[in-house]
């Protein structure tokens, strides 16, 4: 759909043209449903648009929290947004690795599209250029429609002069700018890694909590015009060396009142333990945005986001195997189901029924054409989305916009999923041959059915092979 409508050459713009479509699609947003056609124009000026707020947890995996199947975890708040809106069970991420999956949520383009396909490690993210400067985000997109943009917390995408949060768009920025910090210090790599805007800033407190509340204080100031609010968690990204002093453990950390939910002291040593109080924290901050959006009575016009980055890394020996992506295979920087198949919840009262199940595959980058739908906007037309206008299928009333998702993980891996089928080549695996699974009967990929259904599996290849010939050619 999102196709044809580049071919027509639609404009970014506002509802001026005001296509009997576009109207439908923000009155329907709305819940406005029993409005009739001849107001079209006038009245979709004067209805309000609905604020968004995107929650980016970090390496969350797909069996990581409660509504998705683990006992084990104390997830109440996110359960409960679940509960009033649609949980996706096949919903997968553009990128298995924190700073391209980022790339790939804000500009709704694959990062083989966006040139942001790798984890960029040798060039200090201070200087870094990360996401190209030619590629437009989410935030400039919905500036056009009136929108003020927030972003409170991980930044990852590049900190050089251009690439900052406020030069892409963002109209405010409190965060660590880096991959990973101290949850109490924001010390990444020995200095410290927490800006507002583009200046050094400092804070006291865990910081699940101070971003959850910087988007809070933001909601407030911004509670009388549109606004997109963006909360990349930095939780529960794992314990990092790099941002401890010499002899200072590297455990995961939490609040007492997280350890204590569960029972457990806050002097525990157990990495399974510790990282549950994590995600029971970062529950709490999920919580506290949600309570801000009753408390101000934004929730009704609110579309609430929340999703991870990628699967759970599950690397030995570093306590990580904590983390759970059951029952997909493997986790974080590799395609199979585990790195890239995350959580992700979607609220939008009049628009998403509660307690709902999406089974349909959808993917992180049809997150802008959806934002900018609901904003009234058009798709842009000097570049092509690969995201997808996903909002029928996560209400049920279509099965998903994609015939095929596909993935290309730095120059190592590849895959594509078509229906209950995904074809598969991890080339840094000491097997470099294409695989396939069938999804549907085999959820852990562990029977490789390249043989037996060869003539599925030469479709797909062909289809992928095509695919990537495109994507690199054309912006
Ligand atoms: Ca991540």
Known sequence: MSRTIVKQGYH?????????RSFLKGAVGLGFTGLSFPHVC???HTLKKPNIVIMFLDNIGYGDLTCYGNQSMKTPRIDRLASEGVRCTDFYIGSPSCMPSRGALLTGRHPLRNG?????????EHQQIALPHYEVILPRYLAKAGYVSGCFGKWNLG????????????NEYFGNISGNCDYYTY????RNDLHRNTEPAKANGYSTYVFADAACEFIERNKDRPFLCYIPFNAAHYPNPKNKPPGTPCLWQAPDEAFERYGY?????????RYRAVVTALDDGVGRVLDQLDRLKLAENTIVILLSDNGAFLIPARGLECASNKPLKAGGTTLWEGGIRIPCIVRW?????????????????DIVPMALYAAGLSLPSDRTLDGKDPTAALAGRSSSPHKYLYWSWGNRSNAIRKGRYKLIRERNSTNQDWQLFDLQTDIGETANLLAARLEIAEQLKTEYESWEKEVTNVC
């Open 159 to 170: 900190f050089a002069p251009g690439s900052r949060p406020t030069d892409r768009g963002f």
């Open 187 to 190: 010390i990444y790599n020995g």
């Open 116 to 124: 942001l396909n790798e984890q960029l490690y040798k060039i200090d």
């Open 349 to 365: 009262p009049g628009r998403i029924k509660p307690r709902t199940i999406c089974r349909e595959p959808l993917v992180s980058m």
């Open 265 to 273: 002291s806050p002097e525990t040593l157990d990495e399974r333990k």
């Open 42 to 44: 006038n009245s979709a």
């Open 12 to 20: 970014i713009g506002t509802n001026a043209g005001c296509s009997r």
